[in-house]
């Protein structure tokens, strides 16, 4: 446990984890950076940025040799309250032994049993406090801690203890921790289950659904939407400045399955908006004004929970082409 001494911190721009990473709870750093703060490959660091939360510091990735960045999944910066692109404070972390932690699922409507042994060994080595939310995903093969063997010895004997765990991922939230305050979870930590969700006064940003690590194959489009909507929704007072109308919208197409309802809720996520999903075939109505009404109650209700993003799954159904419109719902629809 780290002795009492002057914190150095750095402030840092937040970047996505690679997908190898996702669900692992580590903070991939330079070396430079873990030197500037005074840790290690594998000991804990204190992340702070709306909120503070924990991460294990894990080598960073030659790539981002020289970049002033740490990557971390989107759970980390769900606890801690940032989204990528923004700065964040790392520093060594001040924590104690977790003797007792108490979880639950992390969404309303999931009843959970597991047996606290099989939470242990997946847990076992991570760095939470109250209010965090945890993954239960499987660690890939190949060490984060930069070829360090003994810290790789530890923490693979962290994991290894204890029966099998076959729930997949599963998020949990972080109820109670004894003692309070920044704690890691060994193989001597209790860990009690509750069956359902429980709200926790203390929280950041909500769980996430989706964020940017789990689209794959789409790295080019994400950067352009990040573009248009990311930018627009957490910087609007550089639209101000240039005197720049920023896009109100964004037209996504291509087949079914290939990422865009996934895309529109990573944004939400990323940027902590109010996210809004209708299905245009669900929205239209036989019923003249109906559709109409719909709508402006949308329009409404995602105003009044500014910043939002409505997602319109199958446009063309509320706006089709001219030269297809048939009937007087489409008409309207499409006027």
Do not use: C
């Amino acid at each position: 446990m780290p002795a009492k001494e002057e914190q150095l911190e750095l402030k840092l721009k937040v970047a996505e984890a690679h997908q190898p990473d996702v669900g692992r709870g580590i903070a991939r750093l330079t070396a430079e950076h873990m030197a500037e703060v005074g840790v290690s490959p594998g000991e804990p660091v204190e992340i702070e940025g709306a909120r503070v939360t924990g991460a294990i510091a894990a080598v960073a990735y030659q790539a981002d040799a020289g970049l002033d960045i740490v990557r971390m999944d989107g759970l980390i910066r769900a606890n801690s309250g940032v989204g990528v692109g923004d700065t964040i404070q790392v520093r060594k972390a001040k924590w104690k032994p977790a003797t007792q932690v108490t979880l639950a699922p992390a969404r309303k409507g999931l009843h959970l049993v597991a047996h606290p042994d099989s939470l242990r060994a997946v847990l076992a080595g991570r760095v939470v406090r109250t209010g965090d939310v945890v993954s239960t995903a499987a660690r890939t093969e190949g060490s984060p801690f930069g070829g360090d063997l003994l810290i790789e010895r530890i923490f693979r004997e962290f994991t290894q203890m204890g029966p099998g765990f076959g729930l997949g991922e599963i998020h949990l939230k972080v109820v109670n921790t004894q003692p309070g305050g920044l704690v890691r979870i060994s193989p001597d930590t209790g860990i009690e289950l509750l069956p359902e969700h429980v709200e926790v006064a203390e929280r950041g940003r909500d769980v996430p659904e989706v964020a940017y690590e789990d689209i794959g194959g789409l790295r080019e489009v994400i950067q352009k939407i990040r573009e248009m909507v990311e930018l627009p929704l957490k910087k609007p007072e550089l639209f101000d400045r240039l005197g720049i109308e920023p896009p109100r919208g964004v037209l996504l197409h291509g087949p079914p399955g290939t990422g865009k309802t996934l895309l529109a809720k990573a944004v939400a996520t990323e940027t902590d908006a109010h996210f809004i999903a209708i299905s245009g075939p669900e929205i239209m109505s036989r019923f003249y004004g109906e559709s109409e009404g719909r709508l402006r109650e949308i329009f409404e209700q995602a105003e009044k929970n500014a910043p939002a993003i409505i997602f319109i799954d199958e446009l063309d159904s509320i706006a089709p082409r001219r030269a297809e419109v048939t009937g007087e719902v489409e008409r309207r629809g499409g006027g």
